[in-house]
T-cell receptor, first 112, second 111 residues
Framework: GEDVEQSLFLSVREGDSSVINCTYT??????LYWYKQEPGAGLQLLTY?????DMKQDQRLTVLLNKKDKHLSLRIADTQTGDSAIYFC????????????FGTGTRLQVFP | NAGVTQTPKFRVLKTGQSMTLLCAQD?????MYWYRQDPGMGLRLIHY???????AKGEVPDGYNVSRLKKQNFLLGLESAAPSQTSVYFC??????????FGSGTRLTVV
C-alpha cells in the first residue's frame, strides 16, 4: 500500500527509553525523517537518515533503519516530560518530485 | 529569520464562504507545500509547488486552489468552504533533498 504506518500511542515513564516505530512502503526511498509536533505548533525536524545508513545517533536520539523490512525506529534515551509530543516519520520517495510521505503520527506521553 | 509564516492563525468560516490562507518563507526555498492535519490521519498533502509560477496537485486537492506568483509566497484558497474542510492547515517549504520547514499552522473551522 501507499501508507506509512505508525502506532498511535506510546506511554512511558520519565527516565525510561522510548522507542517509536514506523513502517514505510517504498524500498527506493532515499531519506527518512523524524519530526516532532508539540501541542498547537507546527512540525519540527528532529533528525533524518540516509537510506544507505542503518543507524544514526544524535545525543539522546538513535535512529535505526532496517531496509530489508522497511522499518524505521526512533529511540529516545532518558525520556523527559518535555519529550511529550506527536512524532511523525516521513519518507522521501525516489523520483517523487521532492514530496515527503508522512505517517499518521505517534503520540508519546511521558508520565512521572 | 522568520522561517515559514502562516496567516491567519485561526479562522471561523460559514459554509459557502471563501478565504485565502497565506504562507510566506524567507529562506529562498524552491519547494512549498500545503498540508492538512486531521485527527488520526496524519498529514495529507493538498497542493505543492516546485518553483515560482508552478503548482501541482497532492493527495487531497479537491475544494482547494493554490497560487505561487512569487517565490516566497504560496497561497491556498477555499472558494466555497465546507464543514469537511475543518482542519489544521500547515504550510512547509524546502530546498531540493532537504527536510521541510513548517509553519505554525492555521486552525480553520467551517460551521
Amino acid at each position: 500500500g501507499e501508507d506509512v504506518e505508525q502506532s498511535l500511542f506510546l506511554s512511558v515513564r520519565e527516565g525510561d527509553s522510548s522507542v517509536i516505530n514506523c513502517t514505510y512502503t517504498d524500498s527506493s526511498s532515499t531519506y527518512l525523517y523524524w519530526y516532532k509536533q508539540e501541542p498547537g505548533a507546527g512540525l519540527q525536524l528532529l533528525t533524518y537518515i540516509f537510506s544507505n545508513m542503518d543507524m544514526k545517533q544524535d545525543q539522546r536520539l538513535t535512529v535505526l533503519l532496517n531496509k530489508k523490512d522497511k522499518h524505521l525506529s526512533l529511540r529516545i534515551a532518558d525520556t523527559q516530560t518535555g519529550d511529550s509530543a506527536i512524532y511523525f516519520c516521513a519518507e522521501r520517495r525516489a523520483g517523487n518530485t521532492d514530496k515527503l510521505i508522512f505517517g499518521t503520527g505517534t503520540r508519546l506521553q511521558v508520565f512521572p | 529569520n522568520a522561517g515559514v509564516t502562516q496567516t491567519p492563525k485561526f479562522r471561523v468560516l460559514k459554509t459557502g464562504q471563501s478565504m485565502t490562507l497565506l504562507c510566506a518563507q524567507d529562506m529562498n526555498h524552491e519547494y512549498m507545500y500545503w498540508y492538512r492535519q486531521d485527527p488520526g490521519m496524519g498529514l495529507r498533502l493538498i497542493h505543492y509547488s516546485v518553483g515560482e509560477g508552478t503548482t501541482a496537485k497532492g493527495e487531497v486537492p479537491d475544494g482547494y486552489n493554490v497560487s505561487r506568483l512569487k517565490k516566497q509566497n504560496f497561497l491556498l484558497g477555499l472558494e466555497s468552504a465546507a464543514p469537511s474542510q475543518t482542519s489544521v492547515y500547515f504550510c512547509a517549504s524546502s530546498y531540493l533533498q532537504g527536510g521541510y520547514t513548517f509553519g505554525s499552522g492555521t486552525r480553520l473551522t467551517v460551521v
